[in-house]
């Protein structure tokens, strides 16, 4: 998403976006895949002379790790929403028939591109780094979760070490993590360690920007967006949640808790009846 950002918004070459990538690695995105994707960005296909990329077809195939993921996720009642975007996303991109059967509808005004070209790499940047701390943050609750169900006594802290060197995902970040989890062991989100909290804080004007442009210009944001809309909701008290529960009780008397009542206390309305409240 950072690498459409950076070509549809702004217009870079895919050697313009490698330099921004390697920049973005010498910083808190040190890592092996943004030092990759500087790589594959750079690369020339020898039999036309343009960026490799930009002869690729675009259409992202898939070895299963990520549907298990979310498959998981799914069954131990955990949001992982970045990384279910991410495997959707690449879903999307083989929908081939769906995909040519859309091409030229209707997108509406869209906005103008960022006139400031300096100050959007850096909200990008700082939009992408927030979203992959979003991104970790699912992940570890998921195997916090999957530890607790299973009984597998998994140490986060201890994940975090081991995935530092031998993983596509080994980066500098994961010290960071480490040392979260060594200082609160039972934290319960990664997002709420000072680190972290502190580094979205830092990041959250940017990352609105960013998805405020990329909505704006029609440009497709599922991981940035949706993490941005999981860590929002996160942190608001009161989610219209309330209003879901009253619907299940309604058309099927699934029941309710009360604000007022014990925790774990249920009850329902006689919606059909005279539509008193009963406990359950």
Known sequence: ????????????????????????????????????????????????????????????????????????????GVPVTGIAEAVFARALSGSVPQRKATVGLASGQLGDKPTDSTQFIEDVRQALYASKIVAYAQGFNQIQAGSAEYGWNITPGDLATIWRGGCIIRAKFLNRIKDAFDEEPELATLLAAPYFRDAVESAIDSWRRVVITATALGIPIPGFSSSLSYYDALRTERLPAALTQGLRDFFGAHTYGRTDAESGQKFHTLWSGDRSEVPA
């Open 1 to 76: 998403e950072a690498y459409q950002l950076l070509r549809d918004a702004l217009g870079l070459t895919a050697p313009q976006i490698a330099d921004v990538f390697a920049e973005w690695n010498k910083g808190e995105l040190d890592s092996y895949l943004v030092e990759i994707t500087a790589e594959v960005l750079r690369q020339v296909d020898a039999k036309t002379g343009k960026p490799l990329v930009d002869v690729i077809v675009d259409e992202a195939e898939q070895k299963g790790t990520g549907r298990w993921t979310v498959k998981s996720a799914l069954d131990l």
